[in-house]
T-cell receptor, first 113, second 111 residues
Framework: DSGVTQTPKHLITATGQRVTLRCSPRSGDLSVYWYQQSLDQGLQFLIQ???????AKGNILERFSAQQFPDLHSELNLSSLELGDSALYFCASSPPLENTEAFFGQGTRLTVV | DAKTTQPTSMDCAEGRAANLPCNHSTISGNEYVYWYRQIHSQGPQYIIH???NNETNEMASLIITEDRKSSTLILPHATLRDTAVYYCIVRLPQGAQKLVFGQGTRLTINP
């Protein structure tokens, strides 16, 4: 158990809909990262938040947005969903220290039908 | 971040040492080499990291060449549960740095 909690574990929704994925980081970790992994694809970095502020942005679509709340949990919002958005979405967190590893949650499997 | 190159796939017999190579010829002086693995759609798991000295922990050993242009992750006695995709990542030591994953090496441990 990495200490990072993602909910829900599975989500099935229709095209055009909007969903929210939630991530609770490890206690004390200020950074939250979101990754997308499509079927048989690598892990694509989407976005990072640090203590409530956006820190880095990757290949995140305009239909996707994220935020980190004062209690440090984060949400990834996916809207106008398309079939191609079906993927595993991972959240990771890391402490505000040099040279430490990131800890990943078990992911949310999103299926768009 | 420096780019890394890894073989697409490797096989290893159970009980033998698995040696996974990684090239990172453009690594800069203060960048570290990190290894993660992902077991069948689970969240990636940290294995080990190092700067220039060889490192060992309960999971693996990391051998970094003197010129730091390549490294090898060693799983000393591979088990079936070590079957996974292994990612070699180069990153700066500063805290809160995002990880950029390549395609990794798919390691299959055979009975």
């Amino acid at each position: 158990d990495s200490g990072v909690t993602q909910t829900p574990k599975h989500l099935i929704t229709a095209t055009g809909q909007r969903v929210t994925l939630r991530c609770s980081p490890r206690s004390g970790d200020l950074s939250v990262y979101w990754y997308q992994q499509s079927l048989d694809q690598g892990l694509q970095f989407l976005i990072q938040y640090y203590n409530g502020e956006e820190r880095a942005k990757g290949n995140i679509l305009e239909r996707f947005s994220a935020q980190q709340f004062p209690d440090l949990h984060s949400e990834l919002n996916l809207s106008s969903l398309e079939l191609g958005d079906s993927a595993l979405y991972f959240c990771a967190s890391s402490p505000p220290l040099e040279n430490t590893e990131a800890f990943f949650g078990q992911g949310t499997r999103l299926t768009v039908v | 971040d420096a780019k890394t190159t890894q073989p697409t796939s490797m096989d290893c017999a159970e009980g033998r040492a698995a040696n996974l190579p990684c090239n990172h010829s453009t690594i800069s002086g203060n960048e570290y080499v990190y290894w993660y693995r992902q077991i069948h759609s689970q969240g990636p798991q940290y294995i080990i990291h190092g700067l220039k000295n060889n490192e060992t922990n309960e999971m693996a050993s990391l051998i970094i060449t003197e010129d730091r242009k390549s490294s090898t992750l060693i799983l000393p006695h591979a088990t079936l549960r070590d079957t996974a995709v292994y990612y070699c990542i180069v990153r700066l030591p500063q805290g809160a740095q995002k990880l950029v994953f390549g395609q990794g090496t798919r390691l299959t441990i055979n009975p």
